[in-house]
């Protein structure tokens, strides 16, 4: 199985910055994926790492350290509609290649 | 990026009732596909993989014989809730590996559905 590990709840003003940590225990892994869900809505894609290092998308970035089973998911310049649940999903052959999620962390921001 | 439609996106039904959703990939075809199930607040779970022309598997501790699944053909699966209850008023999100990413392992979610059991 796969324990994955974020916080529940982060808040923040528009403008700042923001990391969600992600800390996972999982054998066999292959790559991480962040998936982000408004409220009533399915997840939609953010980022996914395979090699550790930072990956930078826009105000989005994502980082990886495989060593350490540890992924965050940087949101720069927020915006209101940046409010919503950020899902860390750890992918791997330990779970039969299945992508399993983690109760994601809730982002709520405020003006 | 692929596109993975379901329907319908709200279902309200009386208790004892069945109910079918179905989840189709648009514009590739998808050998595997995986139902969840959300909670308010909670975490989606995976309830199943439905894999084309063959039995789905279930995830430990969910029934078979009550969420049955088929994957008839290579852009369509379905789960059918039977005699739901209002416990199984969920939400319910299908998604697909595939359509070219490039990204082992992506999934591509659909709009997800919504059952609400009275």
């Known amino acids: 199985g796969q324990n994955i590990d974020q916080p529940t709840e982060m808040t923040a003003t528009e403008g700042a910055i923001v990391q969600i940590n992600c800390t996972y225990q999982t054998s066999g892994f292959n790559g991480l994926f962040w998936y982000q869900q408004h409220a009533g809505e399915a997840p939609t894609f953010l980022s996914y790492?395979?090699?550790?290092g930072l990956e930078e998308k826009g105000r989005f970035s994502s980082f990886l350290s495989r060593s350490k089973g540890y992924s965050y998911l940087l949101l720069k310049e927020l915006q209101m509609k940046d409010s919503a649940s950020y899902l860390c999903?750890?992918?791997?052959?330990?779970?039969?290649?299945?992508?399993?999620f983690g109760a994601g962390t809730t982002v709520t921001v405020r003006a | 990026g692929a596109v993975v439609s379901q329907h319908p996106s709200w279902v309200i039904c009386k208790s004892g009732t069945s109910v079918k959703i179905e989840c189709r990939s648009l514009?590739?075809?998808?050998?595997?596909m995986f139902w969840y199930r959300q909670f308010p607040k909670q975490s989606l779970m995976l309830m199943a993989t439905s894999n084309e022309g063959s039995k789905a598997t279930y995830e430990q501790g969910v029934e078979k014989d009550k969420f049955l699944i088929n994957h008839a053909s290579l852009t369509l699966s379905t789960l059918t809730v039977t005699s739901a209850h209002p416990e199984d008023s969920s939400f319910y999100i299908c998604s697909a590996r595939g359509g070219g990413s490039g990204r082992a392992g992506e999934l591509f979610f659909g709009e997800g559905s919504r059952l609400t059991v009275l």
């Open positions: 790492n395979v090699l550790d």
């Open positions: 514009d590739f075809q998808a050998t595997t």
């Open positions: 999903a750890p992918f791997g052959i330990s779970n039969d290649y299945k992508l399993s």
